[in-house]
């Protein structure tokens, strides 16, 4: 065996580099980090090759104090925490102490600093070598200025792993980005090879922030972005979610921050996820900017090196809490009279369901529906569900409707609320008022109905538009009704973990709200006496394992509500009105005023779009009048 020995400073530095610093983005978002920290309103950030060449940053905090410029590129030395009390509730993006040492053991590092109650600037500067270091000075206006050169120079094998430099750029780039989304009231400057990549103003309004995202992400977001301000339970949150018909092919436009910082965190996916459950397309990634805002001792950022990842006191809270705003901001919206904003928004782009996109509804911006002002509404009755039919539909709603052979040219079977044309609304003033989706003047092939409203012609795919009406009527009525459940003619025995098995026992009255009774026989031994009616017909044993495995990781358990909806639907595919069922104009019309006011009404449920809009300045396009 050889002697154990304490590693020296530069080899001990190194390894802890490799925790800190993979490549130049780790670089720059630890010293943007710091500058933000030492109270810089204005940074700016320098870069050649990507990076590896040359990294400054310049702020205008209020710098470093003579005598701590050796101990800033010490291990574990930093003026932000004291004790263990102050790292239960750490508010600075940075208190490790590791970032400068780990950095400088790996480049040319040059640290300059002008202290705000000092005369003088000092400079220190350390090559990968021991941390001896000498101070000297320097001319510097107040804050720092920290220059990287030739990262991994004296580590060959590491900067063999790094990528091209486009690649390396566009990841700096987007550790920038979400500096720039953290902190409104800083500028930001972005130069690459002497090239200004952004140039970022402090943001004294709400216009401002909503501008800094459109340049940051794109336009077309924010022009379907729902805005959030929620607030209770002692948390607060506020941003902007993409609405779904901006849905993208992978997860590039999740930005979501804690006190400030941003973090990637299970948790908040899956509450997410859950938010955007049946009107995200299968294989598409929602698109948010959301800030969350809570008491610093309630969430531990101490649990990873680089600290992307959290843990909250509380996580049930948490889940609930971002599930239910986002769902109620999801379900809040409807059609309304777009209020265009030209300073801020582009003009729209046509680029349809294969670019990722339902472009022909933006054109129309869905706005939450308001409580009152919509005119038109008050010669609407929208349909209900009585008591008690939810019910009966689910002992078996195959039987209930005709298959969709049947409905074909002169079928008779009904449509909700379509009893009469309606008539042209007033407003106040005594003008007349169109309604969001217009008036439905034709039906195309038994499939799609043609609308005329004030910007142009809308095209609504009927059976998709009334699979989701359906679809929410029946999910209010069975909510209205309550969960009921039936005891099992012969009580089934399941084998789970004790852990399980725990949550069962801890979780009773929980589950007996959600229709299941569950009776613990041993350690990992449960009997199921009693289901949810509405899910008699499901794989007992695997149903309760999923909810109780639910309740272990998060607090709570959505897979049962996940499956009735499933069931839910089914039923409203099945009852929903079939391709070549010829519709009045008195039913299509009927099916529109629905659309707008049922939540949800611009997907069906599967996440498919259910209506597109056409403006006359895209038609006049087509045809190329005006040309």
């Not at 795919?461 to 009704?481: N, P, S």
């Amino acid at each position: 065996m050889k002697r154990i020995e304490v590693l020296s400073p530069r080899l001990a530095n190194q390894i802890a580099a490799g925790e800190v610093v993979e490549r130049p983005a780790n670089v720059v978002k630890e010293l943007v980090e710091n500058s933000l920290d030492a109270g810089a309103n204005r940074i700016e950030v320098d870069v050649e090759q990507g990076g590896v060449k040359l990294i400054r940053i310049r702020d205008n905090g209020f710098g470093i104090e003579k005598s701590d410029l050796p101990l800033s590129l010490s291990r574990h030395a930093t003026s932000k925490i004291k004790d263990l009390d102050d790292l239960e509730s750490v508010q600075s993006l940075g208190f490790r102490g590791e970032a400068l040492a780990s950095i400088a053991s790996v480049s040319r590092l040059v640290l300059s600093s002008h202290e705000q109650e000092s005369d003088d600037a000092w400079q220190v500067q350390a090559e990968g070598r021991d941390m001896a270091t000498e101070v000297k000075p320097c001319a510097h206006p107040v804050g720092t200025t920290i220059e990287m050169r030739d990262l991994f120079f004296n580590t060959p094998a590491r900067r063999k792993f790094l990528r091209t430099e486009k690649t390396e750029f566009n990841h700096l780039e987007e550790v920038v980005k979400r500096m720039a989304l953290s902190r409104y009231d800083v500028s930001f400057q972005l130069r690459h090879n002497q090239k200004v990549i952004h140039s970022l103003r402090p943001c004294t309004s709400e216009f401002d922030r909503e501008k800094r995202v459109a340049s940051l992400l794109s336009a077309q977001f924010m022009k379907e972005a729902v805005s959030i301000d929620m607030e209770g339970a002692g948390l607060k949150l506020w941003g902007w979610v993409g609405l779904p018909t901006f849905s993208r092919s992978q997860a590039d436009m999740q930005y979501f921050f804690v006190n400030g910082r941003i973090v990637r965190d299970k948790l908040v996916a899956h509450a997410i996820r859950q938010a955007y459950q049946d009107v995200l397309y299968h294989g598409r990634h929602s698109a948010f900017v959301l800030y969350l805002e809570l008491d610093p001792a309630l969430v531990d950022v101490n649990v990873h090196p680089t600290k992307h990842e959290v843990r909250f006191r509380d996580g049930r809270l948490v889940h609930d809490f971002l599930f239910r705003s986002l769902h109620k901001a999801l379900g809040a919206v409807r059609p309304e009279t777009p209020e265009a904003d030209a300073n801020l928004h582009a003009q729209p782009q046509v680029s349809g369901i294969a670019a990722g996109e339902f472009a022909g509804q933006n054109n129309m911006p869905l706005q939450p529906a308001q409580a009152t002002g919509n005119p038109w509404q008050s010669h609407y009755t929208p349909q209900t569900i009585a008591p008690g039919q939810v019910q009966e539909q689910m002992q078996g709603y195959g039987q209930l409707h005709s298959s969709a052979s049947d409905n074909g040219p002169g079928s008779s079977q009904p449509m909700p609320n379509m009893n009469a044309m309606p008539t042209m609304s007033v407003d106040n003033n005594g003008e007349q008022v169109v309604p969001p989706l217009g008036y439905a003047i034709a039906q195309l092939h038994g499939v799609f109905i043609l609308a005329q409203n004030e910007h142009g012609m809308v095209v609504v795919d009927m059976h998709a538009a009334h699979e989701r009406i359906t679809y929410e009527r029946l999910k209010t009525a069975y909510d209205e009704q309550g969960i009921t459940s039936q005891p099992l003619l012969v009580p089934e025995t399941i084998h789970v973990s004790q852990e399980q098995a725990d949550e069962a026992e801890q979780h009773e009255q929980d589950l007996i709200k959600l229709g299941f009774k569950l009776e613990r026989l041993g350690p990992e031994t449960l009997v199921i006496r009693q289901m949810p009616v509405l899910l008699r017909n499901a794989n007992s044993e695997a149903l309760v394992v999923k909810v109780l495995e639910d309740y272990r990781q998060h607090g709570g358990s959505r897979h049962m509500t996940e499956f009735r909806n499933e069931v839910l639907s089914s039923m409203a595919c099945h009852g929903s009105v079939r391709a070549n069922r010829q519709l009045t104009l008195a039913e299509m019309n009927g099916l529109l005023r629905d659309m707008e006011i049922t939540e949800r009404s611009g997907q069906c449920n599967h996440g498919r779009p259910t209506w597109t809009q056409l403006s006359m300045k895209e038609l006049d396009k087509l045809f190329m009048r005006g040309q």
